[in-house]
């Protein structure tokens, strides 16, 4: 199983991006994807859900109202598109995917940075 991250990058305040999780070697449409975050000093934080088929859709309140979780199952891909980014959204990004309590994967991480 393999989920690698992209998008990651520096952006003004106010700014956009587009984080990219492509996966492989999994059922992609049985599992939850998750984007979690890590700011340095910080512990592991959730960031946006979306279910297997898209249906359902989880955000931090941090986030809510800015950043939108989405997925492709034909593509095995999960995006998220994050929009007016303070600089309180700076971290590494991780792309999480999850089917019951025992088939857990990461990956390597993306990092955002958000600074003028």
């Known amino acids: 199983v393999q989920l690698v991250e992209s998008g990651g990058g520096l952006v003004q305040p106010g700014g956009s991006l587009r984080l990219s999780c492509e996966a492989s070697?999994?059922?992609?449409?049985?599992?939850?994807m998750t984007w979690y975050r890590q700011a340095p000093g910080k512990e592991r934080e959730l960031v946006a859900s979306?279910?297997?088929?898209?249906?359902?859709?989880n955000y931090a309140d941090s986030v809510k109202g800015r950043f939108t979780v989405s997925r492709d199952n034909s593509k095995k891909m999960v995006y998220l598109q994050m929009n007016s980014l303070k600089p309180e959204d700076t971290a590494v990004y991780y792309c999480?995917?999850?089917?019951?309590?025992?088939?857990?994967?990461w990956g390597q991480g993306t990092q955002v940075t958000v600074s003028s």
């Open positions: 999480n995917a999850r089917r019951g309590a025992k088939l857990d994967y």
């Open positions: 070697g999994l059922a992609f449409s049985s599992y939850v």
């Open positions: 979306i279910s297997s088929f898209g249906r359902n859709t």
